[in-house]
């Protein structure tokens, strides 16, 4: 194995008390440091940026092999330098035979200690960036040698709250770090946009937002079904309607999240109104089985079996994702779908109007994204219809980032989800392009830079 350099850099975390994280954090909680394996022709590591005109962290490290019969974590070199004059330790780093590397960090404030964390760095996929939090201090890796700018602010405004959040250590060149992807239901976007019944969306959202004018469901698909499909594999396998897994399970690997896995990279479908218990092959409650694309795969759910521990592991009710916010533990790739009142589907009470109901539902979802340390760090936010109500569309896309144009920007390219997947794809660096999505304009345009 050739060597590994990464950067650890610590940005001052987002200005928003989090549960779990202590107090405030000051510039000598911040540490700065590249690892590398000393199995190839490498210098040992040492820091690549200052923090206050100061050199503050020196450390090296050795990888394990990534070749059969390796020795584990006891050939390793145990760490403990301080970062003086700061507060942060690297108290230990070890690592598995060929997949990452763990670094144990824990800090002290006040000669007293305080949290401990581990992050876990990919050795594998050198390019991808990890992260971690301990005691109010947020740690990025990045490929060695990245620059490591001083975190900007940026504001936003919700109908209830104003969320200050910082989007980490590097914006512009640095690469979109966590992808969220919320999918509505069945409305045009000209229902949409300028409507009075989604204040949120259009006096709050699109004013900071970039969107596509012209994004359409491919041509002639529908109903939901083979569109959610779509949006995982780039094609419907021929399915035009909205059988259970049951009847359309799909036996082919070629599909996103496999790609992801592959990759080492975690995904997770939020589904509103599931137990969590079982994997959820038919509908319960409010919850819709043919919006969830993710258990039409037998590769899931293990031959449409209810107890799949793949299935139970990545497809997880909605109400854990608040949770999963505050403590930063969201997987890269994030599939949102809300039940059935929310995603404006039904006509359900109180309100009585579909786009109205959800239109208020992202308006209490939304803001809890945005103050996320993971949308902080380069996070992105999609929003789109799944199809529309009275034809191929235009549909919505709503596109909200510390990388995004923003400010109302728009454009009048022409989309489909195959953007949207191709866009993922991109991003996550995972090739080659599933279904028509190698035919596909990305959404580029619709960010500063990219991926």
């Known amino acids: 194995m050739i060597g590994v350099g990464v950067t650890l850099c610590a940005a001052a975390a987002f200005a928003v008390p989090l549960v779990g994280f202590a107090g405030q954090e000051s510039a000598g909680d911040e540490c700065l440091v590249e690892v590398h394996d000393h199995g190839g022709d490498v210098p040992d590591g040492s820091t690549l940026c200052q923090v206050a005109s100061r050199k503050i962290c020196t450390f090296s490290l050795q990888l394990c092999r990534t070749q059969p019969g390796?020795?584990?974590?006891?050939?390793?070199?145990?760490?403990?330098?301080?970062?003086?004059?700061?507060?942060?330790?690297?108290?230990?780093?070890?690592?598995?035979?060929?997949?990452?590397?763990?670094i144990k960090v824990r800090t002290k404030r006040n000669g007293k200690r305080m949290q401990a964390c581990t992050i876990r760095v990919a050795a594998k996929s050198r390019h991808k960036p990890a992260r971690m939090d301990v005691d109010g201090i947020t740690l990025e890796c990045m490929p060695a040698g990245s620059a490591c700018p001083g975190p900007t602010t940026t504001t936003v405004s919700t109908s209830t709250t104003t969320t200050t959040t910082r989007p980490g250590t590097c914006t512009g060149a640095c690469p979109i770090d966590t992808v969220f992807l919320i999918v509505m239901e069945n409305h045009d976007w000209s229902s949409i946009k300028n409507s009075p019944s989604a204040p949120y969306i259009n006096h709050t959202l699109l004013p900071i937002?970039?969107?596509?004018?012209?994004?359409?469901?491919?041509?002639?698909?529908?109903?939901?079904?083979?569109?959610?499909?779509?949006?995982?594999?780039?094609?419907?396998?021929?399915?035009?309607?909205?059988?259970?897994?049951?009847?359309?399970?799909?036996?082919?690997?070629?599909?996103?999240?496999?790609?992801?896995?592959?990759?080492?990279?975690?995904?997770?479908?939020?589904?509103?109104?599931?137990?969590?218990?079982?994997?959820?092959?038919?509908?319960?409650?409010?919850?819709?089985?043919?919006?969830?694309?993710?258990?039409y795969f037998d590769d899931v759910t293990q031959g449409n079996s209810s107890r799949a521990p793949r299935c139970i592991e990545h497809v997880r009710p909605y109400s854990?994702?608040?949770?999963?916010?505050?403590?930063?533990?969201?997987?890269?790739?994030?599939?949102?779908?809300?039940?059935?009142?929310?995603?404006?589907?039904?006509?359900?009470?109180?309100?009585?109007?579909?786009?109205?109901?959800?239109?208020?539902?992202?308006?209490?979802?939304?803001?809890?994204?945005?103050?996320?340390?993971?949308?902080?760090?380069?996070?992105?936010?999609?929003?789109?219809?799944?199809?529309?109500?009275?034809?191929?569309?235009?549909?919505?896309?709503?596109?909200?980032?510390?990388?995004?144009?923003?400010?109302?920007?728009?454009?009048?390219?022409?989309?489909?989800?195959?953007?949207?997947?191709?866009?993922?794809?991109?991003?996550?660096?995972?090739?080659?392009?599933?279904?028509?999505?190698?035919?596909?304009?990305?959404?580029?345009?619709?960010?500063?830079?990219?991926?």
Request: aromatic share 8%; net charge negative.
């Open 320 to 451: 854990e994702l608040e949770t999963d916010l505050i403590y930063d533990r969201v997987a890269r790739y994030n599939f949102i779908t809300p039940h059935l009142c929310n995603d404006m589907h039904d006509t359900c009470p109180p309100l009585n109007d579909p786009v109205q109901q959800g239109d208020a539902w992202l308006s209490t979802e939304v803001p809890k994204i945005l103050a996320s340390q993971a949308y902080a760090r380069n996070g992105a936010l999609f929003i789109l219809w799944d199809e529309g109500d009275t034809g191929d569309g235009p549909i919505g896309m709503i596109v909200l980032s510390p990388k995004a144009k923003g400010g109302g920007y728009y454009n009048a390219i022409h989309y489909t989800h195959s953007s949207t997947l191709r866009t993922i794809e991109e991003i996550f660096g995972v090739t080659a392009m599933l279904g028509d999505a190698a035919n596909a304009t990305d959404l580029r345009d619709l960010l500063v830079s990219f991926p």
């Open 209 to 295: 937002a970039s969107h596509a004018e012209q994004y359409y469901n491919p041509p002639n698909l529908h109903p939901s079904e083979p569109n959610y499909l779509w949006l995982e594999a780039g094609t419907n396998f021929g399915i035009l309607n909205d059988a259970d897994p049951s009847s359309n399970v799909q036996s082919t690997g070629r599909h996103l999240v496999n790609m992801l896995e592959a990759a080492g990279l975690s995904w997770r479908a939020y589904q509103e109104d599931i137990s969590g218990t079982d994997c959820p092959l038919t509908n319960v409650g409010l919850y819709d089985v043919n919006h969830n694309p993710f258990v």
């Open 70 to 102: 390796c020795v584990p974590a006891s050939s390793e070199k145990a760490i403990g330098t301080t970062c003086s004059p700061g507060r942060l330790r690297i108290t230990k780093a070890q690592s598995s035979c060929g997949s990452f590397v763990d």
